[in-house]
């Protein structure tokens, strides 16, 4: 997981450009995300864009009202389908080909003694539902889908779908490469796939 976080700077812009492909909104917020991640990476960059850091919080922070951490780390092919009032915390890690949408928290929750838990590590191609909060310091597994206003505070297993406040486990899904380059999808809860089928 995240193992592109640590490719170059116009590596990750070119493969989150095709990833929001059609979404001209998102694919700026993107390339301005990376730059702004690469002149924060180090002090020196730091001081030499400290005017596009500055300009990256007034566009993309205050104005557009998304709030991803520089020190988070996002892995390539992150889409964002429309990412108004979202916000990712400093330790927050997303692997590839993750989707995010609108109004949701991917942050550290809280402690009873008042100091704060670690943010969630979300594997490879998770797609997070409209205003889905997801606390703690918890694993995300990969090819889950967080649906709509689910509210997530536990550890999620591989191929979930995951729904509810708080959230419960729908059904699991799995892909298998199947006959003729087609993809078969089995769902468990189908009655009418065999046992042999599932194997």
Do not use: H
């Amino acid at each position: 997981m995240n193992s592109s976080d640590s490719n170059g700077v116009s590596y990750n812009i070119f493969q989150d450009w095709k990833a929001n492909s059609g979404n001209v909104n998102s694919q700026v917020i993107m390339i301005s995300y990376r730059i702004a991640k690469w002149a924060r990476n180090k002090t020196i960059l730091t001081i030499l864009f400290f005017w596009y850091l500055i300009l990256y919080k007034i566009f993309i922070e205050w104005i557009s009202g998304i709030q991803i951490s520089l020190f988070a780390k996002i892995g390539k092919d992150f889409r964002i389908e429309n990412g108004r009032g979202t916000f990712i915390d400093d330790e927050a890690e997303f692997g590839i080909n993750c989707t995010l949408r609108q109004l949701s928290v991917v942050g550290r929750k809280k402690l009873i003694d008042n100091t704060f838990s670690g943010a969630p590590k979300i594997g490879d191609n998770v797609d997070i539902g409209v205003s889905a909060i997801i606390i703690g310091n918890i694993q995300i597994g990969n090819n889950v889908t967080i649906g709509a206003g689910a509210v997530i505070t536990k550890n999620v297993s591989d191929n979930s779908v995951m729904v509810g406040n708080p959230a419960k486990l729908l059904k699991k899904v799995y892909d298998f490469p199947a006959i003729e380059d087609s993809e078969k999808k089995i769902d468990e809860n189908d009655e009418s796939v065999s046992l042999l089928d599932r194997v």
